[in-house]
């Protein structure tokens, strides 16, 4: 079984459009993160979700928006696409982040990817 | 300000051969420090984690890599590669500022020679 899916694993699509990736997650992980990997395969983390409410927002372009239904899904809404916009979005999960007193790291688990082309 | 640097960009190796990748992490407090792997068109795969205690780490697929506070280095190494450890190699360091987020390196390409 899939532990992280994402959907679709290809988007092509023209500039000026909006478009959504989708996300799932069945590990019970109470986050979620959105990452962008460039054409230089630098990876950046997006956005993380912890119990469907936003704790991390690194200055991303309000053309993106997350929702995060429940838990187990993130899905990413992007608006008015541009160029820049063409790389590998990839979600994560991991069992909790700290919020809960005190530091502590669980490992992120990571979908396949989804490869946006913008046209 | 925060940094994971991998100075590799890409190495090259026979198989059967040892290899070793480097990262060097810049932060302030006590670092908690990953390798992932992410082979041709997949995912991201965590080969191992440092968190505290042994500087020496295990990981799956026959990886180790050790913490050097002193070098502010946590080197990834195997002593034989396989072909099928042909991949990108990322290096990531968790942040904490109310929460926690990764922080990566840019990368090392590894090709492996028959």
């Known amino acids: 079984d899939t532990a992280v899916s994402q959907t679709p694993k290809y988007l092509v699509t023209q500039m000026g459009n909006d478009k959504s990736i989708k996300c799932e997650q069945n590990l019970g992980h109470d986050t979620m993160y959105w990452y962008k990997q460039d054409s230089k395969k630098f990876l950046k983390i997006m956005f993380s979700?912890?119990?469907?409410?936003?704790?991390i927002n690194e200055t991303v372009p309000n053309r993106f928006s997350p929702k995060s239904p429940d838990k187990a899904h993130l899905n990413l809404h992007i608006n008015s696409l541009e160029l820049g916009d063409s790389a590998v979005y990839f979600c994560a999960s991991s069992p909790r982040n700290g919020l809960a007193g005190g530091r502590f790291t669980d490992t992120q688990y990571f979908g396949p990817g989804t490869r946006l082309t913008v046209l | 300000a925060q940094s994971v640097t991998q100075p590799d960009i890409h190495i090259t190796v026979s198989e059967g051969a040892s290899l070793e990748l480097r990262c060097n992490y810049s932060y302030g407090a006590t670092p908690y420090l990953f390798w992932y792997v992410q082979s041709p068109g997949q995912g991201l795969q965590l080969l191992l984690k440092?968190?505290?205690?042994?500087?020496l780490v295990q990981g799956i697929k026959g990886f180790e890599a050790e913490f050097k506070r002193s070098q502010s280095s946590f080197n990834l190494r195997k002593p034989s590669v396989h072909w099928s450890d042909a991949a990108e190699y990322f290096c990531a360091v968790a942040l904490w500022g109310g929460s926690e987020k990764l922080v990566f390196g840019k990368g090392t390409k590894l090709t492996v020679n028959p």
């Open positions: 440092y968190f505290s205690g042994d500087t």
């Open positions: 979700y912890n119990n469907k409410e936003l704790i």
